[in-house]
Nanobody, 119 residues
């Protein structure tokens, strides 16, 4: 199985930028979908962005035009570039890897990284 470690979170003012990284312990080349989720205090975990093995990308409506997900298979890393941050983006951000073809199959989460946006 792969292990995921997120980094890059922190405190930023509204309008600022952060880049989150999700480093995998082994190759992500064959992982079907890599995704970023977030969970704000008192709220359910929310899907933010996904990128598939074929490069298809989707975003939740609230981050479209501000966030960019990318996948670097050579370095086993997925990124989330977050621009024009808003206080409502404050949450713990989690990386997720879903492998649904081949062997082994798995659905793995990282430990999360805190993002705090001040107004």
């Amino acid at each position: 199985q792969v292990q995921l470690v997120e980094s890059g979170g922190g405190l930023v003012q509204a309008g600022g930028s952060l880049r989150l990284s999700c480093a995998a312990s082994r190759s992500i080349f064959s992982i079907n979908t890599m995704a970023w989720y977030r969970q704000a205090p008192g709220k359910q975990r929310e899907l933010v962005a996904t990128i598939t093995i074929g490069g298809s990308i989707n975003y939740v409506e609230s981050v479209k035009g501000r966030f960019t997900i990318s996948r670097d298979n050579a370095n086993n890393t997925v990124y989330l570039q977050m621009d024009s941050l808003k206080p409502e983006d404050t949450a713990v951000y989690y990386c997720n890897a879903k492998k649904i073809t081949g062997f082994p199959k798995y659905d793995i989460w990282g430990q999360g990284t805190q993002v705090t946006v001040s107004s």
